[in-house]
């Protein structure tokens, strides 16, 4: 089994929706988790890192749930720019090993 | 400005020969990482370092070696025993304290 799975999509949403979805840890050892983005054919780049407590960054909103080890993404009032791969991020804090997840794709329609 | 450098971009090789492929960082990070996408899929961890002089096996390493002979340098060999090796490759590096991971704008690897 992936340390980190993610539902792939594609999630395909009008402009000013809200789309939400998550990603599931095995690795209970994992304690840094990270949402990146990556534009096609492109590097990802760090969109959030999500604490305990749950963290928004504008219209994006990340949320832990240790218990039931799995991370949430959420964007409100989507953007035709938000149209994106978000890759779903756990670290080891003994050797900080990063597993990333497949992806989510993201598609925002006008 | 600070990054990592990734080189070449793109690559085009024969079937059977070796290729080497360069990550140079200047943010002064200990961890260096190689990831290779291939088309749709997610990021697979090829080998990574936390310090110099030292490395460690990812989960597809076969075929790969790599060297950290510098903290600022982490070059990854794509020998001729990797059976599929066109893909994207992607270096990254982070500081201590698990902050953001860097990334590199990746190479594109073909073999004819």
């Known amino acids: 089994r992936k340390e980190v799975e993610q539902d792939p999509g594609p999630f395909n949403v009008p402009e000013g929706a809200t789309v939400a979805f998550n990603c599931t840890y095995s690795?209970?050892?994992?304690?840094?988790f990270f949402w990146y983005r990556q534009d096609c054919r492109k590097e990802p780049k760090l969109l959030m890192s999500v604490y305990s407590s749950g963290n928004e960054d504008g219209r994006f909103t990340a949320q832990l749930n240790r218990a039931s080890q799995y991370i949430s993404l959420l964007i409100r009032d989507s953007k035709l720019s938000d149209s994106a791969t978000y890759l779903c991020?756990?670290?080891?804090?003994?050797?900080?090993?990063?597993?990333f997840g497949a992806g989510t794709t993201v598609t925002v329609r006008a | 400005d600070g990054g990592i450098t990734q080189s070449p971009k793109y690559l085009f090789r024969k079937e059977g020969q070796n290729v080497t492929l360069s990550c140079e960082q200047n943010?002064?990070?200990?961890?260096m990482y190689w990831y290779r996408q291939d088309p749709g899929q997610g990021l697979r961890l090829i080998y990574y370092s936390q310090i110099v002089n030292d490395f460690q096996k990812g989960d597809i390493a076969e075929g790969y070696s790599v060297s950290r002979e510098k903290k600022e340098s982490f070059p990854l060999t794509v020998t001729s025993a990797q059976k599929n090796p066109t893909a994207f490759y992607l270096c990254?590096?982070?500081?201590?304290?698990?902050?953001?991971?860097?990334f590199g704008e990746g190479s594109r690897l073909t073999v004819l």
């Open positions: 990254a590096s982070i500081g201590t304290g698990a902050g953001e991971l860097f």
């Open positions: 690795n209970s050892a994992s304690q840094s």
């Open positions: 943010l002064n990070h200990d961890a």
């Open positions: 991020v756990g670290a080891r804090p003994y050797d900080y090993k990063l597993s």
